[in-house]
Structure formats: C-alpha cells, structure tokens
C-alpha cells in the first residue's frame, strides 16, 4: 500500500481524487454487471425453455442452508457499512472490528456452501456422467441427509416433470450446470473480495485509514455491496423455483 | 481546519440498521411469497423484491443517493444496457412460434416430436 493521503498531481483536490477513483469503480463494477448479466440471460432462456426440469431442479436444493446463507450474507454487507462509516468517523479500532466481523461472515458463507455443494456431490446432482436427479427418490438410504417427507415431495414432483418433460435428467443437468456456474462464480468473487478485505485489515491495524483518506475502505466496500447484490438476485432465482407444490 | 472540508456525506449506523432490517424483512416476504401460488407471476414478485433489496443496497449501502450526478448516470446508464440485455432477447423467445405454429418452449414442443418421427 502507497502513502496514505497523498494528492497526485493530475488532481487539483483530495476530494476530486476520491471521485475519481469511486467513479472508476463504478465503472467496473458495470462490467461486472454485463458479466453476470450474460450469464443471468443464459439463464433465463434455458429456464423458459426447460421449465419442469428447473423447476424439480431449484426443489432439490436445500432452503434452509440458502437462506441461512442470504441472511449471512446480508449481515456481512451490513458490517462491511460499518467499517466504512467508521473509517468515515475516524474510529481506528471500530474498522478492524467490522472489517473482521465481515471476513468471519463470508467465512461463514464459505462454510455453507461447501456443505451444499459437497451434498450435491452425495447426491449424483453434478453435470456429467453420473448425474441422476431421480438418485434420491431411488436410493433413500444414500440420501440420509433428507428426510421422509423432502424425499416424497421431491417423488411426486419428478414423476409429474417425467410426464411434462421426457428428456428430465437431460434437462436438469442445465439447471444444475446453471446453478454451478453461477454460484461458482459469485462464490470466486467472494474469495477475491476476502482477500481484498483481508488487505483492508493490515491496513487498517497498522492505522492506515482516516476520515481524511480511507478511499480503499469505501471501494472494496463498493466491491462486497455488489457481490451481495448478485446474490439477492441468485437466491429467489436458484432456490425459489415452484416451491408452491 | 482544511483537512476536514469534506463534502463527504456520512451515513449514520442508524441508516445501516433499518436499511438491513428491511433487507432481512424482504428476504422473509420473498421465502414466503414463493410458497404462494400466483402461476406466472411467482417470478414476477420474486424479481420485484430482489430489486427492490438491489435499490436498497445500491442508495444506501453503496452510497449512490450521496454520490455526484455523474455516478449516478454511470449506475443509470449500466442498468439502461442490462435491460437492452435481457429485454431485447428475451422478447424474442418468448414470443417464439414454431413452423407448425406451435408455441416454444421446446420441452413442450418435444413431447410431440415422437409421434411426428414415428
């Protein structure tokens, strides 16, 4: 990390030196929003396409654990707000407090997902050779984790999408390539922004950060909020398909 | 003291606090909503709600309410390309006949291919 504070010749104040750089992260930032939009239309058009198996696919997922994981995540962008506020307000101590209490939240994030995914593994719900979406409904001892009742509800809707869809495992394999790659993705950029953060907190321990100058507190803050925004849009999108049945 | 003419607006904790309460409210509305049988506009209200968390976030949390009109326009004009986007395409296939004037989408289009090979 440079000097903190400096003004560069090329800025005639230190408050048009810190336009600057959040406008350039804006502008990132909508990159990133072409990006993940790319993606969310992929989505879209194989979900409208393939409906039964999007449906029957979002029914395999586990609410609880994704839920819990929104709620995590919510929280994390609040501390995030916090540790800039207290960078704004000069508060030294307060940011490496928020700034941890965010690292630990997105650990906590990170902790989820793995069971998810590794449950997905356990299940044959991986793209590939051996995905079998109806593996659970066929094999209840294999699939202890779910209980009685998930495993009938989860029987009936794959019957009802067989009779809609005959391609059903095909079909679902989209879903589930969807539901890996952008989750995958989201999750890469939390560990990006982890290590982001965990930069912060050096800096900030070693007392870096003012109400002066805490530029780089404001835009990795920038960063986690939009992180967290692709999220808000993942979780209904992933995880609240066809619930209602 | 000069150091400290910021024209910076400082969000209170205050602002934080009721912003992620509602945040967590709408994440409940949303879990709940989808267990309610609207038929097509289950997706609607799902989509309403994760942009109205989205809005939050973005006023508040990323401070664009406090930011100079240019980031404004930069945020505007990136949501402006994002419905080109999605609007643009998705208007296509979802209003998509097939030569024998069938409807996409394609998984109700293939029940009927086998009997049309046979």
Redesign the interface.
């Known amino acids: 990390m440079h000097r903190t504070g400096e003004l560069y010749g090329q800025f005639k104040t230190l408050e048009q030196q810190k336009e600057s750089a959040t406008l350039g992260m804006w502008i990132f930032l909508i990159t990133e929003v072409m990006f993940f939009g790319g993606i969310m239309l992929a989505y879209a058009l194989n979900r409208h396409v393939y409906y039964p198996a999007f449906a029957v696919g979002s029914n395999t997922l586990s609410l609880k654990l994704g839920g819990f994981n929104t709620v995590v995540l919510l929280a994390s962008s609040f501390t995030m707000a916090m540790a800039v506020w207290s960078s704004q307000v000069g508060k030294k101590t307060l940011i490496s407090i928020f700034l941890l209490l965010t690292i630990s939240l997105g650990f906590v994030f990170f902790g989820v997902k793995y069971v998810e995914y590794s449950q997905k593994f356990h299940h044959h719900l991986v793209p590939g050779k051996k995905f079998d979406i109806f593996y659970c409904v066929n094999n209840p001892a294999s699939c202890s984790d779910l209980d009685g009742e998930e495993l009938m509800v989860e029987g009936k809707l794959l019957d009802a999408a067989k009779a809609a869809d005959p391609d059903l495992n095909a079909h679902a394999q989209l879903y589930y390539s969807a539901y890996f790659g952008m989750t995958g993705l989201h999750a890469l950029h939390m560990v990006i922004g982890a290590g982001l953060l965990f930069w912060l907190l050096k800096g900030s321990l070693a007392g870096r950060f003012t109400p002066q100058w805490n530029t780089p507190v404001d835009i990795v803050g920038l960063y986690w909020h939009f992180v967290d925004i692709v999220w808000i849009y993942l979780f209904p999108l992933l995880y609240l398909i066809d619930r209602h049945k | 003291m000069s150091?400290?003419e910021?024209?910076?607006h400082?969000?209170?904790?205050g602002t934080?606090?009721a912003?992620?309460l509602t945040?967590?409210l709408l994440?409940g509305t949303?879990?709940w909503a989808?267990?309610?049988?609207?038929g097509r506009f289950?997706?609607v209200v799902?989509?309403v709600?994760?942009t109205l968390?989205?809005t939050l976030?973005?006023l508040?949390?990323?401070h664009a309410k406090y930011?100079?009109k240019?980031?404004k326009l930069?945020?505007l004009?990136?949501?402006f390309?994002?419905v080109l986007?999605?609007g643009m395409?998705?208007s296509d296939?979802?209003t998509r006949v097939d030569y024998r004037g069938v409807r996409?989408?394609?998984?109700?289009v293939?029940?009927q291919l086998?009997v049309q090979r046979a």
């Open positions: 150091e400290q910021h024209s910076e400082i969000v209170p904790p934080y606090l912003i992620i945040l967590l994440t949303t879990v989808a267990f309610v049988n609207l289950n997706i799902a989509l709600i994760a968390k989205a976030v973005v508040f949390f990323m930011s100079p240019r980031t930069i945020i004009a990136g949501i390309w994002l986007l999605l395409t998705l296939y979802i996409f989408p394609i998984s109700q293939s029940q086998p």
